[in-house]
């Protein structure tokens, strides 16, 4: 299956709190780790709460992903 032919879902084993970063990370082939502190630093910039909800959000809304 093809990178961008991945449905999002949450990461089972790349997870800080549900795996929602880890999930977007590993659907475009990205360190999941860098995109964790920019998404911080983002919402830090942008007075934190629309990022805390968009994760919310998508905690909900994402499957987790099944092996």
Not at 54 to 62: N, R, S
């Amino acid at each position: 299956m093809s990178e961008t032919s991945r449905p999002f879902t949450r990461s089972r084993h790349d997870r800080m709190i549900a795996g929602v970063v880890g999930g977007i990370a590993h659907r475009f082939g990205w360190n999941a780790t860098l995109l964790r502190i920019l998404y911080v630093i983002v919402s830090i910039a942008s007075a934190a709460f629309p990022g805390i909800i968009v994760y919310l959000i998508l905690w909900l809304l994402m499957p987790e992903e099944t092996d």
